[in-house]
């Protein structure tokens, strides 16, 4: 089951067209379901059992179809794992849910995976199979990789076995043909749940990073969750305001770029729906939006 | 010892061990900004009892939930997860932050967190989900109504 969430369902198009175009050119199946709603973890902090009732109501929806979760964002991924996790270990709690998604006739028993769209890349499709089809190579970006938060905290659900010090975009990347070196700010926080509280502060943060990146000579930046792509994204100008310099750093999702190197054109990949100035990261390519 | 209403939320987690190492706030991205914000006092306020102090400063809702602190905590204190409780316990008594109110409605009312905003193009369009041919979410309202009130949200939806 591919479950997109909220942001994907709101404006963040691009991310799911461009991982739906890879998931097909690789035969990776995969349903989807309008009838899901949002994952539940934004509600974590309101009520805890509506949080896991909202989630295990996704995952029973898919049990009952007898599939895993695939998702998108880093959010879903953990709020998910989390759910799941939570559930297994309370049997008060499986119950209190299952009485509730009972009168739809639906139920959560664990027996499932959940999985990011990141891990289906590199355990399912693997490395091996990516290079094997680059058409285009992107060589010549020095692109800087960003996993976003949840991909990697609590260690229990890292996509990554190094969540200090992932690697595993990197190496996405370097069979693509683009470099992509360490930097300090790598893991810092797209801030996106403290600006329901302080936009300032969390643009303030997120302009050190973008600004850092620019200033480390990177052609863009890399993501892998909606929030944070959107986090970066579409703040630019406000920030560049605020912080009195000009920020201009492409930010472009990892699955754009694998869709760019298989051979699809920027429009099939859903570049023409980016909000920042992707164009020159495809002119050093020798790609066009024509 | 923890009270009663934080012990209920999260009963696997023992304050009183921090013994003050400052991992938590060296690596709190909120902590950075915000002086009044940081991790350990928090969780030590909380431990010794001052929570409606905690509630009505508002503190409690600056964390960005990027696990930082409970990730690199040498004593299991999650930070992270006293916050969390420490908001469903502020919500408990009417002290919801105004931005979890309006997710929680728009929940209720569509579904998800924000309606569907849809994105200019490169070519000056307004595009949406069905002008991609991508399917629409269609959830149930009466249902998502049910599902948060049996739930328990302490919360008035409007319905």
């Known amino acids: ?290 | 010892m923890l009270g009663e209403e934080l012990r209920k939320l999260i009963s696997w987690i023992n304050p009183e061990v921090c013994f003050g190492c400052n991992k938590c706030v060296s690596g709190c991205p909120v902590a950075e900004i915000h002086s009044e914000y940081r991790p350990n006092r928090i969780v030590r306020l909380a431990y010794l009892g001052f929570i409606d102090e905690l509630i009505e400063s508002g503190v409690i809702w600056y964390c960005t939930q990027c696990l930082k602190c409970s990730e690199r905590c040498p004593m299991e204190v999650y930070p992270a997860s006293v916050v969390v409780a420490l908001r469903n316990i502020a919500s408990k008594r009417g002290k919801t932050h105004e931005a979890w109110i309006k997710m929680a409605k728009n929940i209720a009312l569509q579904g998800k967190i924000l309606p569907e905003m849809g994105v200019m193009s490169i070519d000056r369009k307004l595009i949406k989900r069905k002008d991609l041919g991508i399917e629409v979410p269609n959830a149930d309202r009466s249902l998502l109504i049910r599902i948060l009130r049996e739930s328990g949200i302490p919360l008035d939806l409007g319905e």
């Not at chain 1, 067209?17 to 902090?45: H, T, W």
């Not at chain 1, 895993?68 to 880093?74: E, G, I, M, P, R």
């Not at chain 1, 076995?161 to 070196?181: D, Q």
């Open chain 1, 1 to 290: 089951m591919l479950y997109q969430g909220c942001m994907i369902w709101s404006s963040q198009y691009q991310y799911e067209i461009s991982a739906r175009k890879i998931l097909d050119f690789f035969g990776v199946n995969y349903k989807v379901f309008p009838e899901q709603q949002c994952c539940g973890k934004p509600l974590m902090c309101v009520n805890i059992n509506t949080w896991l009732t909202l989630a295990a109501r996704i995952m029973a929806i898919a049990e009952k179809e007898g599939l895993d979760v695939l998702t998108l964002c880093n959010g879903c991924y953990l709020s998910l794992n989390e759910a799941r996790k939570i559930l297994l270990e309370s049997p008060e709690k499986k119950e209190l849910v299952n009485r509730i998604l009972g009168k739809e006739d639906l139920k959560f028993s664990g027996e499932l995976r959940i999985k990011h769209i990141v891990s289906v890349i590199w355990e399912d499709i693997g490395l091996k199979k990516i290079s094997e089809n680059v058409k285009v190579k992107l060589s010549g970006l020095k692109l800087a990789s960003h996993y976003g938060c949840h991909s990697l905290r609590p260690k229990e659900f890292s996509i990554d076995s190094n969540p200090e010090n992932p690697r595993i975009i990197e190496e996405i990347l370097e069979v693509l043909g683009a470099e992509s070196p360490y930097y300090p700010e790598k893991n810092d926080c797209c801030m996106i749940l403290m600006s329901n509280v302080d936009v300032k502060g969390a643009d303030l943060l997120r302009g050190k990073k973008l600004l850092a990146i620019q200033r480390r000579g990177f052609d863009g930046m890399v993501t892998i969750c909606p929030l944070c792509q959107q986090s970066y994204e579409t703040r630019q100008k406000r920030i560049s305001k605020m912080m009195k310099e000009k920020i201009s750093v492409p930010v472009i999702y990892l699955t754009q770029l694998i869709g760019l190197a298989l051979g699809m054109s920027p429009r099939e990949v859903g570049l023409d729906l980016n909000m920042s100035p992707v164009e020159r990261l495809l002119g050093k390519i020798g790609l066009s939006f024509d």
